[in-house]
């Protein structure tokens, strides 16, 4: 049966509150806890990074726990209500740290409300992403609801970066702490509302009965499912590239470009990336793909990517009058990073199909949970180089004075936020290239191969 315009909007509005959320904290927990709170940014940058190493231990043991769930709502429901409950919560907790706090105490308290989080958005991340293949057939459906999914995603996440700091300004009414405190909640209250529709209007529609594996069987699963490795790796070396650039952005907005009204231009480049991204995955993506196929489009966004941060660091050391310029970088990197985040699941959940014919079993939870813990390894990575850059450049609200007239610190912050991307975009492109194997006449005979033994196995024995 096909899926209703009801099941598709109910899937799409709950990506929208996800991605708001992860946007809020992958993009602005650095900023709020080393600029605004006076955490070392060093420290904040080990934070991060820890954090992601507990979550390789956590994301797949919860792989695990959803694959063995059994409930009369399914097994993918019940964890994403509880962990959105859960992480809105922790969310609105990590943007309130108490003001009596400082020192080695909001270190403590920032390391285990941000371990918190990450545990929660695991909960209900995965069992997200791993409806999808338990409620399409694959193919055209799949990859149809994967591009509207990763498109509302986008909407989220484009939100976040949009209105985040003109509203932490009017909420906090100049008070950034007291603004992000109350942002959040609002952001923690939506995202509860729309997972809310998802799981009152989605259900799993088909799914392989397999007995509930082990721990060991499911990483030993992973291991041999070369091709969601491969993707899994292209996945962590993309996200990193482009969260580097989001965490310093902001930087170079208040810092680099400066002025009285940098929140203003900020928000105004924010808008137009997130229009961007957006268009490329709803209108873009779905146009470019009559002509070319899904791998072809991979290699375009590849080349636009690298092509807008070369133009970007061009403009930096050229000619910055006119935030209208930093729109000719920004078209081509955040249309590539829009249809990139849809290509990459598409092609993880295509590694689904692919792992159940090779190793006879179909392990979405435990795929899924390897796209949520190499987004989040992804930030974190991110996260750490963007602080080591913080630091060894001193840049910081304290010092910024002395930012405005460091050469030095301009120049290294351009650069981190540039040469490194390209760097990760392209090992990432040649990685994938050599080791991915899944095309689309690749896959269709998987389908058709997995079709033909079902009906063998689900045939009455002679």
Same mark, same amino acid.
């Given at each position: 049966?096909?899926?209703?315009?009801? !099941? +598709?909007?109910? %899937?799409?509005?709950?990506?929208?509150?996800?991605?708001?959320?992860?946007?809020?904290?992958?993009? %602005?927990?650095?900023?709020?806890?080393?600029?605004?709170?006076?955490?070392?940014?060093?420290?904040?940058?080990?934070?991060?990074?820890?954090?992601?190493?507990?979550?390789?231990?956590?994301?797949?043991?919860?792989?695990?726990?959803?694959?063995?769930?059994?409930?009369? &709502?399914?097994?993918?429901?019940? &964890?994403?209500?509880?962990?959105?409950?859960?992480?809105?919560?922790?969310?609105?907790?990590?943007?309130?740290?108490?003001?009596?706090?400082?020192?080695?105490?909001?270190?403590?308290?920032?390391?285990?409300?941000?371990?918190? &989080?990450?545990?929660?958005?695991?909960?209900?991340?995965?069992? %997200?992403?791993?409806?999808?293949?338990?409620?399409?057939?694959?193919? +055209? !459906?799949?990859?149809?609801?994967?591009?509207? #999914?990763?498109?509302?995603?986008? =909407?989220?996440?484009? *939100?976040?970066?949009?209105?985040? =700091?003109?509203?932490?300004?009017?909420?906090?009414?100049?008070?950034? /702490?007291?603004?992000?405190? &109350?942002?959040?909640?609002?952001?923690?209250?939506?995202?509860?509302?729309?997972?809310?529709?998802?799981?009152?209007?989605?259900?799993? $529609?088909?799914?392989?009965?397999? !007995?509930?594996?082990?721990?060991?069987?499911?990483?030993?699963?992973? @291991?041999?499912?070369?091709? #969601?490795?491969?993707?899994?790796?292209?996945?962590?070396?993309?996200?990193?590239?482009?969260?580097?650039?989001?965490?310093?952005?902001?930087?170079?907005?208040?810092?680099?470009?400066?002025?009285?009204?940098?929140?203003?231009?900020?928000? *105004?480049?924010?808008?137009?990336?997130?229009?961007?991204?957006?268009?490329?995955?709803?209108?873009?993506?779905?146009?470019?793909? $009559?002509?070319?196929?899904?791998?072809?489009?991979?290699?375009?966004?590849? #080349?636009?990517?690298?092509?807008?941060? #070369?133009? *970007?660091?061009?403009?930096?050391?050229?000619?910055?009058?006119?935030?209208?310029?930093?729109?000719?970088?920004?078209?081509?990197?955040?249309?590539?990073?829009?249809?990139?985040?849809?290509?990459?699941?598409?092609?993880?959940?295509?590694?689904?199909?692919?792992?159940?014919?090779?190793?006879?079993? /179909?392990?979405?939870?435990?795929?899924?949970?390897?796209?949520?813990? @190499?987004? +989040?390894?992804?930030?974190?990575?991110?996260? *750490?180089?963007?602080?080591?850059?913080?630091?060894?450049?001193?840049?910081?609200?304290?010092?910024?004075?002395?930012?405005?007239?460091?050469?030095?610190?301009? @120049?290294?912050?351009?650069?981190?936020?540039?040469?490194?991307?390209?760097?990760?975009?392209?090992?990432?492109?040649?990685?994938?290239?050599?080791?991915?194997?899944?095309?689309? $006449? +690749?896959?269709? !005979?998987?389908?058709?191969?997995? /079709?033909?033994? /079902?009906?063998?196995?689900?045939?009455?024995?002679?």
């Amino acid at each position: 049966m096909k899926l209703t315009g009801k !099941e +598709k909007f109910s %899937y799409g509005l709950g990506a929208v509150g996800k991605d708001m959320v992860y946007m809020l904290s992958a993009s %602005y927990v650095l900023y709020y806890y080393q600029d605004l709170l006076g955490v070392n940014a060093i420290a904040m940058g080990i934070i991060l990074m820890a954090a992601r190493v507990f979550d390789a231990f956590n994301d797949p043991i919860m792989g695990v726990l959803v694959a063995k769930t059994r409930t009369r &709502w399914g097994k993918f429901r019940p &964890w994403l209500l509880i962990g959105t409950l859960l992480n809105a919560v922790v969310l609105f907790l990590m943007f309130s740290a108490p003001p009596a706090l400082d020192g080695g105490g909001l270190v403590a308290y920032a390391a285990v409300i941000y371990i918190l &989080w990450g545990v929660t958005y695991t909960m209900m991340d995965i069992p %997200y992403w791993s409806m999808i293949p338990a409620f399409t057939e694959g193919g +055209k !459906e799949r990859e149809g609801l994967t591009t509207l #999914a990763r498109s509302c995603a986008g =909407v989220g996440s484009a *939100l976040i970066t949009i209105v985040t =700091v003109m509203c932490v300004s009017m909420l906090g009414r100049g008070d950034e /702490r007291v603004g992000f405190r &109350w942002f959040a909640l609002i952001v923690a209250v939506l995202f509860v509302a729309f997972i809310l529709v998802t799981c009152l209007n989605i259900k799993e $529609k088909s799914t392989v009965d397999l !007995e509930a594996p082990t721990v060991g069987q499911m990483f030993k699963a992973l @291991v041999q499912n070369d091709q #969601a490795m491969t993707v899994v790796v292209t996945i962590v070396l993309v996200n990193t590239a482009i969260y580097i650039t989001s965490n310093l952005v902001i930087y170079f907005f208040k810092y680099d470009f400066g002025g009285e009204g940098w929140q203003g231009a900020y928000t *105004l480049f924010n808008t137009f990336g997130g229009g961007v991204q957006i268009l490329a995955m709803m209108l873009l993506f779905p146009l470019l793909r $009559k002509f070319m196929s899904a791998l072809n489009i991979f290699y375009v966004s590849f #080349a636009m990517a690298v092509l807008g941060y #070369a133009s *970007l660091l061009v403009l930096a050391f050229t000619n910055m009058s006119s935030v209208y310029l930093l729109f000719i970088p920004g078209f081509f990197i955040f249309a590539a990073n829009g249809m990139l985040s849809v290509l990459t699941t598409v092609f993880l959940a295509n590694t689904v199909d692919y792992g159940e014919l090779k190793n006879n079993r /179909r392990d979405e939870s435990v795929i899924f949970s390897m796209q949520t813990f @190499v987004v +989040k390894l992804a930030s974190g990575v991110a996260a *750490l180089v963007a602080s080591i850059c913080l630091g060894v450049f001193h840049i910081s609200e304290d010092t910024e004075q002395a930012v405005q007239v460091a050469e030095s610190s301009v @120049v290294g912050l351009r650069m981190t936020m540039t040469v490194i991307p390209v760097a990760g975009l392209l090992a990432a492109v040649f990685y994938f290239h050599k080791k991915y194997i899944l095309t689309e $006449k +690749k896959v269709e !005979e998987i389908a058709g191969q997995i /079709r033909e033994s /079902r009906e063998r196995k689900n045939s009455p024995k002679n």
